[in-house]
């Protein structure tokens, strides 16, 4: 069988294709910049333009959708939901048999603008002529980690101490993908998450405990419909099955230590 994976060099990309290699899939990936590889044939691609878009899909069995505008901007419109259409209407004329595009959690619920094209581009997967499957899931433990730092540049920590997220590790997303290629289409959205649900005062107290450092958390309240939907599950998923590594696991793997360490709570002040 073989797959096209789009966003390959990404960070789920990249785990994603030793998964596929292991378990037998022959691999071809896209990039927009060329490269190199023994085990993976690259192509450049570009979903902005549709530039070797109808070559990459020739041959495919399955496509394996994870590319993303850079960051959320002014190009997220014509990449994620430009960009998916074109890459449906290519697999569609090339007679690709399942095409799986990978989602966030709360894309559905969640007012933010990224997430409405997140979930304009669900909709492009659903019309389109390919066997489909949408897999959603929670944010990485990463995207949680990187956020903190960005929240406490200026000393303390500043968020919202009700927020609820559950950080599911890129490896564990990486499996669930494999097995739903296996799986076949599924014409439907699937949501996965992480093992654990974690308030976002809980995330700061262990993640400050992964630092050893000692900065407080600023409570702020999000205001309107946004900050609600974040406090009421709006990021969070009971579906399962679910991934098995936890926050203090990536903490344990990004700062030392192991779990247990990072799991306890500092409460004194700074």
Known sequence: M???VTGAGGRLGRVVLPRLLTEGWAVRATSRRPRTDPDVEWVVTDLSTGAGLPAAVTGMDAVLHLASAPSPG??????????????????????????VFVSIVGVDRVPIPYYRHKLAAERVVAAGTVPWTV?????FP???????????????????????????DPRDVADRLVARLTAGPLRDVEEYGGPEVIRYDEAVRTWNAARRSRRPLLPIRIPGRLGRSLRDRGLVTDAT???????AEHLADTYGGTAQDESRTDSRPA
């Open 2 to 4: 073989r797959v096209l």
């Open 74 to 99: 002014r190009r997220t419109h014509e990449v994620d939901v430009l960009g998916t259409r074109r890459l449906v209407m290519a697999a569609g004329q090339a007679d690709v048999r399942h095409l």
């Open 135 to 139: 897999l959603r899931a929670t944010q």
């Open 142 to 168: 990463g995207f949680l980690d990187e956020m903190l730092r960005g929240a406490s540049r200026l000393g303390p920590v500043i968020g919202d101490r009700a927020v609820l997220a559950q950080p599911v």
């Open 241 to 247: 099955p679910r991934g098995t590594r936890t926050w």
